[in-house]
Every structure is written in structure tokens, then in C-alpha cells.
T-cell receptor
Framework: GENVEQHPSTLSVQEGDSAVIKCTYS??????FPWYKQELGKRPQLIID?????GEKKDQRIAVTLNKTAKHFSLHITETQPEDSAVYFC???????????FGAGTRLFVKA | DTGVSQDPRHKITKRGQNVTFRCDPI?????LYWYRQTLGQGPEFLTY????????KSRLLSDRFSAERPKGSFSTLEIQRTEQGDSAMYLC???????????FGPGTRLTVL
């Protein structure tokens, strides 16, 4: 069945450093890849997304890259700040547009 | 608040009881999703509605789970004969027909004793 694997499960960085989270997906029909940030006790919120016809997308300190051939996509956060500390989830959605499969999450700690 | 809302926010029940949760999506959104999230895991897809039609249901969803969206607006998720393994956060999300982003509700945290 469809699967999204996410690594690492925990990531600790110093404030100002970069953080990279990687995901792989199994369903070649996936064409939409969102990233969500979830703070403790709160709902997941979309931070950036990318469609399969694009290789890279950037929004201020956040960027996402997609390698459709290898079925890999990654989240890059530069100049990390303590408020970036949260759990980040990658996800993949199929062409039909309804079934979204999430990764298990990466807990990011940004140390001041 | 014009976002997705869910009720109740917390539910504690005894094993074997039935529970029902409600989700009110963003008003113009015709797509509605239910997910289950356990501690340390990502949201797990349960089911999807487009308007009032239930178009997809996860194989993980046992016969004890049922969802409805009778008028294409709010949705309910019922769990019959709850088990301790049903304890989780149940998240609802909605999406417009034209957009990509799913907007999540605050979730209903279920604890089965």
C-alpha cells in the first residue's frame, strides 16, 4: 500500500543553523506534497507545499525540493529560530486528490 | 472563528460505549476528511467526503466506525463499542474543490478507559 517514510524522527540544531528533513514516498501516482508544522496540543498547519511538476519551491526561510524520479522530497529550514521548534510532517497526496498519506513526523528542537 | 471546528474537544468514555464526534468544515469547502492521530505519529487517513458522498474509506477502519455528511456540510464520526485501542486524537480537515490546502480542525481527543 501507499507509504511515506520520514527521517530523522528527532533533530536538534543550534539556533541559526539549518535543518533538513527527508521523506520518501511509494505511490508513483502522488502529485502533491505538503509539509505541516504541529506545535504541542495544536492542529497541524501547512507551512509549504509542492506539486510534482516543480522541483523546488522557497518561501523565506523554508524551502522544499522534490525528486520525482527517486520519489524523494525534503524540507529545508535556514537560520532556525527557537519558535521553529515543533513536529514537522511530510505528506503525499494521490492524483485523485483525496487520500493524503503522512509521514511519522520529525521532532525539531532549536536550541537558543 | 471561520475555521474548521470540532465538538467535543475531549471525550472520556468506558470501553464498550458508543461515541459520536462532529466536524463543521469551512463553509464553502466541499471536501471533508477524517484522520486519527496517536502520540508520536502522523495523522492517519480514515475517510473522505466530497459533498455528501463518502468516496474513500481506509481499510484500517473497522465496521465499528461510521461517518456521515448528510447535507454536505457538517460531518459526524461514530465509533461503536469503543476499545482502548481507539484512544487517539480524531482530526477533521476540509478543503475547497479548487485548492490544495487542507485546513485542520482542533481535533477531538478520545480516551477509552
Amino acid at each position: 500500500g501507499e507509504n511515506v517514510e520520514q527521517h530523522p524522527s528527532t533533530l536538534s540544531v543550534q539556533e541559526g543553523d539549518s535543518a533538513v528533513i527527508k521523506c520518501t514516498y511509494s505511490d508513483s501516482a502522488s502529485n502533491y506534497f505538503p509539509w505541516y508544522k504541529q506545535e504541542l496540543g495544536k492542529r497541524p498547519q501547512l507551512i509549504i507545499d509542492i506539486r510534482s511538476n516543480v522541483g523546488e519551491k522557497k518561501d523565506q526561510r523554508i524551502a522544499v525540493t522534490l525528486n520525482k524520479t527517486a520519489k524523494h522530497f525534503s524540507l529545508h529550514i535556514t537560520e532556525t529560530q527557537p519558535e521553529d521548534s515543533a513536529v514537522y510532517f511530510c505528506a503525499a497526496r494521490d492524483t485523485g486528490g483525496f487520500k493524503t498519506i503522512f509521514g511519522a513526523g520529525t521532532r525539531l528542537f532549536v536550541k537558543a | 472563528d471561520t475555521g474548521v471546528s470540532q465538538d467535543p474537544r475531549h471525550k472520556i468514555t468506558k470501553r464498550g460505549q458508543n461515541v459520536t464526534f462532529r466536524c463543521d468544515p469551512i463553509s464553502e469547502h466541499n471536501r471533508l476528511y477524517w484522520y486519527r492521530q496517536t502520540l508520536g505519529q502522523g495523522p492517519e487517513f480514515l475517510t473522505y467526503f466530497q459533498n455528501e458522498a463518502q468516496l474513500e474509506k481506509s481499510r484500517l477502519l473497522s465496521d465499528r466506525f461510521s461517518a456521515e455528511r448528510p447535507k454536505g456540510s457538517f460531518s459526524t464520526l461514530e465509533i461503536q463499542r469503543t476499545e482502548q485501542g481507539d484512544s487517539a486524537m480524531y482530526l477533521c480537515a476540509s478543503m475547497s474543490g479548487a485548492g490544495d490546502e487542507q485546513f485542520f480542525g482542533p481535533g477531538t481527543r478520545l480516551t477509552v478507559l
